[in-house]
């Protein structure tokens, strides 16, 4: 039974370029989380997102990101024009359920480095 | 404004001693809580969770105590293993200030050396 998976672990952008950052939930769970951690940090919620339906998104910052979770596919977070204090870990978990004391299952996420 | 705290940055144990990790939560309206274990590189693992109707939840070596009264939960590994070694965090379900729905809000983490 394969757990969240990510991809790609690792990504280094330039300045002004786009990131693109994928996550396959767990089987069965259709629930899905954005997570980002800073060095020293814990990890910040962004959004949370049912199948094609962004359920909150209140801790996405309002310019440049953006994500999805369309009907067939990963769901991806995707960054535009990317800064250097863009570069963080960002991290997907899943639930079956929505998120109300559910525990979330959380991938190995990608590594972002803006230079 | 930090709603979750782990005020202690690190902790260092003895093998076969008790690691005792602490939570502070300010926001009354959280009633669901985690521990997550996080080694380098890797994605945060659930070890362990507690609902704020009860007050202690135990597996294996792992027991999580919820103190509501005084916002405090603790998780004690007994005996610990150098391989408990790794960042631990504390995360706490609920509607967090200006959150759109239950989420989870974590800790900054306490870095646990079990050493042998």
């Known amino acids: 039974n394969a757990g969240v998976m990510q991809n790609p672990r690792h990504l280094v952008r330039r300045r002004g370029q786009e990131a693109r950052l994928r996550c396959s939930p767990m089987?069965?769970?259709?629930?899905v989380y954005w997570y980002r951690q800073l060095p020293e940090e814990g990890l910040k919620f962004m959004v949370y997102?049912?199948?094609?339906?962004?359920?909150?998104e209140s801790g996405m910052p309002k310019e440049r990101f953006s994500a999805e979770f369309p009907k067939e596919g990963p769901s991806i977070l995707r960054i535009q024009q990317v800064v250097r204090g863009d570069s963080a870990a960002y991290f997907c978990?899943?639930?079956?359920?929505?998120?109300?004391?559910?525990?979330?299952?959380f991938g190995p996420g990608t590594r972002l480095l803006v230079l | 404004d930090q709603q979750v705290k782990q005020n202690s940055p690190s902790l260092s144990v003895q093998e076969g001693r008790i690691s005792i990790l602490n939570c502070d939560y300010t926001n009354s309206m959280f009633d669901y809580f985690l521990w997550y274990k996080k080694y380098p590189a890797e994605g945060p693992t659930f070890l362990i969770s507690?609902?704020?109707?009860?007050d202690k939840n135990e597996d294996g070596r792992f027991t999580v105590f919820l103190n509501k009264s005084a916002k405090h939960l603790s998780l004690h590994i007994v005996p610990s293993q150098p391989g408990d070694s790794a960042v631990y965090f504390c995360?706490?379900?609920?509607?967090?200030?200006?959150?759109?729905?239950?989420?989870?809000?974590f800790g900054k983490g306490t870095k646990l050396s079990v050493i042998p």
């Open positions: 507690i609902s704020s109707i009860k």
């Open positions: 995360a706490a379900n609920g509607f967090a200030s200006g959150a759109g729905s239950y989420q989870l809000t």
């Open positions: 089987k069965g769970h259709s629930h």
């Open positions: 997102l049912q199948k094609e339906n962004i359920i909150d």
């Open positions: 978990a899943s639930s079956p359920g929505g998120p109300y004391q559910e525990t979330q299952y």
